[in-house]
């Protein structure tokens, strides 16, 4: 019995008469399976290449403060987790980077925020950048106004973003109010390769 994405599927009964799985959906990610079947093709060589739906979560937990009023790349803390080196939080703590084999990904983030003025705009931005440092595109962008207190949250996500190899993602905020923290903060990565 192999898993995809949570659903079990059986060799026996959902195999066509040729050995193959008889559907497979979209983006479904492959929790387990075993790679010797004569199931899909694709999947088969994606499992066996040990990047199938790969991806990374990292987060920040202690307040980002005294941030101004530009535009700045959050610097990740934590990894909760990376199956294949999206990140390295010591040596560049920004930059989601996109490992070989990989050509398509998912990327989900927000932040939770206070501001000491309230009506200030508050936005989100995730940029692709090349592996030379050239900014290449934004593929999400979000911007809202602050509630009254200050105080709020805001997400983006970006679906099927192109990239290659050593391409990398960074996830940016910024505001109008000079005084502002960032209480938490976590973003995603995953290939959909």
């Not at 599927?9 to 983006?27: M, R, W």
């Not at 999206?86 to 050509?103: C, M, N, Q, S, Y």
Request: proline fraction near 3%; aromatic fraction near 6%; charge should be negative.
């Amino acid at each position: 019995m192999s898993n995809l994405g949570g659903t079990n599927v059986s060799e026996d009964t959902d195999k066509d008469a040729n050995g193959h799985l008889q559907s497979v959906v979209a983006g479904t990610n492959i929790t387990s399976i075993d790679n010797t079947d004569p199931v899909n093709p694709v999947i088969n060589a994606a499992t066996q290449a040990g990047v199938a739906n790969s991806g990374a979560v990292v987060t920040v937990t202690a307040d980002l403060t005294s941030l101004g009023n530009t535009s700045t790349a959050i610097p990740w803390e934590t990894e909760e987790s990376d199956d294949n080196d999206f990140i390295d939080i010591a040596g560049a703590p920004t930059e989601l980077t996109v490992p070989t084999g990989v050509t398509r990904v998912n990327i989900s983030a927000f932040y939770r925020y206070t501001l000491v003025l309230a009506a200030q705009s508050v936005g989100m931005e995730i940029a692709r950048w090349n592996s030379s440092d050239v900014f290449q595109e934004y593929v999400g962008f979000s911007q809202q106004t602050s509630p009254n207190g200050g105080a709020g949250s805001i997400a983006v996500t970006a679906l099927n973003c192109a990239c290659v190899a050593g391409d990398y993602f960074t996830v940016t905020h910024f505001t109008g109010d000079t005084a502002w923290t960032i209480i938490q903060a976590r973003a995603s990565i995953q290939d959909v390769t």
